[in-house]
Structures are given as C-alpha cells and as structure tokens.
C-alpha cells in the first residue's frame, strides 16, 4: 500500500512534460529489471542554492526521474538515469542578485528567484553493503532547459507573477560532483531512502563569474516489477 502511494506521490510531482517516460516506466519495469540491473523511478524534494548569490536563501521543489543500477561486480554498482523534472536556482534574491542578473526591480514590492530547468544525468559508482546500507560518488553532468527570474507580490489582495526569461545568460552545460547515501527496504529488493549532494563545478552565468549550481537532495527511488522479474528468473 505505501508503495503504491509513494508511486503516485512522485507522479503528482512531475511535470506534463515528464509523463510519457513514467507512463514508460511504469509499463516496462519488470522487463528491465533482473539480478545484475535494477530499473525504476527516483523522484523526491531538493534544496538548491546558486554560490555566488550572496543573501539569497535556497530554492525549494519537487524532483522526478528514472535511474539504473548496473552491477558491475559483486557489490559494486553503476549508478545512472536521469532526472528529467529538476529545477534548481535560489530565492529570495537581493538588490546585488537582482543587479548581477541584469533585472530592473519592479515598483510594487515582491519576492525575486532565479529558476534553472536541467536534465541531470549522473554516472556514480555505488557500493551496496550487506546490510542494505549503500553509498555511491561521483559526477554528473546537466542539461539547461528554460531559465527564468520570477517576481512574485501578494499586496492589498492582488496576486502578481511575473517570469523574465533569461536563458541566453545561462551555460547549455553544467558538471560536477554527487554524493549519496541511504537504505534500500525489504532486504534490498524494494524502495530505497536516502540522501545526496550535488556541488557543482561550473561556471554557469556567462556575464559574470564564479556562479556555481548545488542541491541538497532526500530522495526515495522505487523499483518498478523487480521483485517479479527475480520471481521469474528463479
């Protein structure tokens, strides 16, 4: 029953332009999966911040993708996927961020952020203990996507939203390095609850330096049909 509620949560969270490969997923988990690969969705909540902001506070949203876990021998894991739903930036942005961003302030007062859209795709080695504990290290690469400032003003009961698309200012690219640690449930055939990291490496503002991605991530990842696909391969 969690399970499948956890499954329809992180569907809940993904963007209409994500639903076609969790359709996918959802439909060809059990033939992916086997002994030496497991396949399923990786999805949770991240806090993003962009270094060299200085004042703004982190980002906060909702992530969702698909991942594989590759074996490689024994214990050792190829850990990749993507997570195609993934907005990174950071909030409550100051005068200095809103000048460094090249954004004329707005005359009512309100609330700035900087959101990113990346496809992130990792390649980290994972180490899975006997005791279902696993840890895995390594990079991960980024595809911008759109890119915009959003203002936001709830004064005198008048809601305002206002996106300035900047993605031309944006690098296509974005590389660094990830962390992660967490359990796998049901004697490590079933969901996994963990913890990761992303520093970014990159510059990724072309106007000014010194502008670098990193997110702080709790994340569950669900395998989809694993434990019907060992059934059968017994």
């Not at 999805?43 to 992530?63: M, V």
Request: contains cysteine; aromatic residues 14%.
């Amino acid at each position: 029953m969690f399970k499948k509620l956890a499954i329809l949560l992180l569907a809940y969270c993904f963007s209409y332009q994500a639903q076609s490969q969790v359709l996918i997923s959802l439909l060809l988990g059990d033939k992916l999966n086997s002994e030496d690969l497991e396949f399923g969705l990786d999805g949770g909540f991240n806090w993003s911040n962009l270094n060299g902001l200085e004042g703004s506070s982190s980002l906060r949203n909702f992530n969702l993708g698909f991942y594989f876990d590759i074996r490689m021998k024994n214990q050792w894991f190829l850990n990749t996927g993507v997570l195609v739903k993934s907005r990174v930036g950071a909030d409550q942005l100051t005068d200095e961020n809103l000048t460094l961003l090249s954004v004329l302030p707005e005359s009512t007062s309100g609330e700035y952020k900087q959101v990113i859209n990346y496809f992130y795709v990792p390649a980290l080695v994972k180490y899975k203990f006997k005791n279902h504990i696993y840890a895995a290290f390594g990079p991960q690469v980024g595809l911008r996507n759109k890119t915009w400032v959003e203002f936001n003003s709830d004064e005198a009961g008048r809601e305002i939203r206002i996106r300035e698309n900047n993605k031309d200012d944006f690098s296509t690219l974005d590389f660094g390095l990830t962390a992660s640690t967490g359990y796998q449930l049901q004697q490590g055939n079933g969901m996994s609850i963990g913890v990761k990291y992303y520093l970014g490496l990159t510059d990724i503002y072309k106007p000014a330096p010194n502008l670098k991605n990193s997110s702080f991530f709790l994340n569950v990842t669900i395998p989809i049909g694993k434990g019907k696909a060992l059934k059968e391969e017994k």
